[in-house]
């Protein structure tokens, strides 16, 4: 077992953890305290100390490169002993048997072993990956949310002239005649929806109304056909219902 264990030291992950970890076992851990562990371990790597840092992150820091990892060549155990139904056997031929399992479980034990190392590595490598695209995801959204500079251009600049205070002037004008524009555009489309909702309560009271008014022809019906009922008039004779509108 020492000798396949350290067969495979040099080309797997390791699986020691820092003096903090050691400390208590984390699956007793709160989630709070899970992630502080998380940052602390993080933060003491070069490589992860700038995604914990507050600091924007820059084209400088390269992504993360997955760890793609298979496991070395070891011993495979003969999977089919797990298939095998016993028959009769004497006490030799048990231990024999035994034996041979305990060798075959001591390598499935190694293999497993290995894997998991493998898949730690992996899911610290998706970890370090998911902070730099979270810390991408700022930066982007820092620069979406940038607004532009606040100011009007009067004159065209596109090409070298004299300006005179008349070409000044005529510039503030355009700005003020655009401006007045702009307010317009603002005012028709306040004015639109202003005449819309006033219909639309006018509707409302109408509907309100009509309701109101179906209602009562029908308690009129009801009290009708009660009294022709009571005159013992035929059923077929009643008026017809109001119609829903």
Known sequence: MDSLVSQ???STPSCQRSALCLEADPALFTPSKCIWTLYAAISSTSSGSCLIAKAKLTSATQVTAPV???LPPLPQPDWS???QISAHQTNQELQCENERLHVH???ASVINWAQESIIEGAHATLVIQNLHLLKLN???HG???ERGPNHTLVIDLSKSQVFSSAAVLEGLWAQEERKKAEEAQKKAKADVRAAKKEVQVKLDAEWVRIKADHKNNITEWKLTCANLQKDGI???NFPKAPTQP
């Open 138 to 140: 700022s930066a982007l």
């Open 68 to 70: 793609l990892k298979a």
């Open 143 to 145: 620069k979406e949310k």
């Open 81 to 83: 002993l797990a298939k």
């Open 8 to 10: 495979i030291s040099s």
């Open 234 to 236: 035929p059923k077929k």
């Open 105 to 107: 479980l001591e390598q």
